[in-house]
């Protein structure tokens, strides 16, 4: 285990609601010096947890590419390693959260100052639930930019200097607003990638896919209630199961709880037809049909409440 600090074991749920165009809406601030590890971690957050990821500064970088008439200014502040002006990067987040329809969002590399931060909770009335924190040491985080290779124009020395120096005097301050308000949760971010998505994986479990209840209703059929984090995550273990599967319905229901849940039935889909067959597009087109759905389990009521984690699979054996 990694150092995990001022970490309460469950996620407390903000005391204030925070709602975005009409949607209540989980902001998780992801922190820490440039190469900690931020993005590969939030990736791995986005396919276990169902958040949706943003990244100031590839919604900066986007912003360049664009032509916008920020993007001069936005791209020589990168380059000297300093902090664009909030109302530019609030400006895109915010956008960004109302387009997009999922309710739970990582932001990633923000709020970088004071003043980042003032500015969103002024604008946004947004507080975030916690603040994941990757600690690392300058030496390593030098080591992976310099390794990272993705054609940055501030991954050179020069600019990667400037940017541990603005981290230092302008991001840490902010790292101990949080810490002070109790909601900083730190990850040892030197470790190999897999042990530190084990921590986080701790620190996100109370947002783990809950597979409300799965079982088979005929032989090639599963009937499933999930809850978070989405369908498409639990459509790909089930992918990685089956090998192929379909879904045959969907629904969206809403848990006593309140919690949002879908309802979903999927099918194992035929192997595909071999190649001189799919050749003969009605004879393919007739063998890919999925069959009608015989049989659908019915649910009782109290199986609607048996919690079955989906990230372990306990179920899979129940899937015959
Ligand atoms: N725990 C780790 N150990 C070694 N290399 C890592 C680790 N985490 C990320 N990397 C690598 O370091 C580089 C920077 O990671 P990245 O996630 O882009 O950092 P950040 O978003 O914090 O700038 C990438 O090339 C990435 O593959
Ligand atoms: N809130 C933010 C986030 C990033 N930026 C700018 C300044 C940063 O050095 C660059 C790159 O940020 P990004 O988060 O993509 O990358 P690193 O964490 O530095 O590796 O973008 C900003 O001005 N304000």
């Not at 990582?106 to 975030?128: C, H, M, Q, W, Y």
């Not at 730190?186 to 470790?191: P, T």
């Not at 037809?273 to 004879?283: F, G, K, Q, V």
Request: glycine share 8%; aromatic share 8%; proline share 6%.
């Amino acid at each position: 285990m990694g150092t995990v600090v001022d970490a309460p074991a469950v996620v407390a749920e903000e005391a204030t609601e925070n709602t975005l165009g009409g949607k209540k809406v989980t902001v998780v601030f992801v922190l820490g010096g440039p190469g900690s590890g931020k993005g590969t971690q939030c990736a791995n957050i986005v396919e276990h947890f169902g958040f949706t990821h943003l990244s100031a500064g590839d919604l900066l970088r986007a912003e360049i590419k664009s032509g916008s008439e920020n993007g001069t200014m936005i791209e020589n502040m990168i380059k000297e390693g300093k902090i664009v002006p909030s109302e530019v990067t609030i400006k895109l987040l915010q956008d960004a959260m109302i387009k997009n329809e999922n309710d739970k969002f990582l932001i990633d590399g923000f709020p970088r100052n004071e003043e980042n931060r003032a500015a969103f909770e002024n604008v946004t009335k947004i507080s975030p639930a916690f603040v994941l924190f990757f600690e690392c040491s300058e030496e390593e985080m030098e080591r992976r930019l310099l390794g990272r290779n993705q054609g940055r124009v501030d991954d050179n020395i020069e600019t990667i200097k400037k940017r541990f120096k603005t981290f230092v005097e302008s991001s840490l301050p902010v790292i101990e607003y949080y810490s002070s308000k109790g909601k900083v949760k730190k990850i040892d971010a030197a470790k190999p990638i897999p042990e530190v998505f084990e921590d986080v994986k701790t620190i996100f479990s109370p947002y783990a896919p809950k597979l409300l209840f799965g079982a088979p209703s005929s032989g090639d059929h599963i009937h499933i209630i999930y809850a978070y984090p989405s369908r498409s995550s639990l459509f790909s273990k089930l992918v990685g199961m089956w090998g192929r599967c379909e879904p045959v319905s969907k629904h969206s229901i809403r848990h006593a709880s309140s919690e949002h849940t879908g309802h979903w039935s999927c099918r194992r889909a035929p192997a595909r037809p071999p190649r001189a067959r799919r050749l003969n597009t009605r004879s393919a087109h007739a063998h890919r049909r999925p069959e009608k759905m015989t049989a659908v389990h019915t649910l009782r009521p109290q199986e609607l409440f048996l919690p079955v984690e989906a990230s372990s699979w306990a179920v899979r054996s129940r899937i015959g």
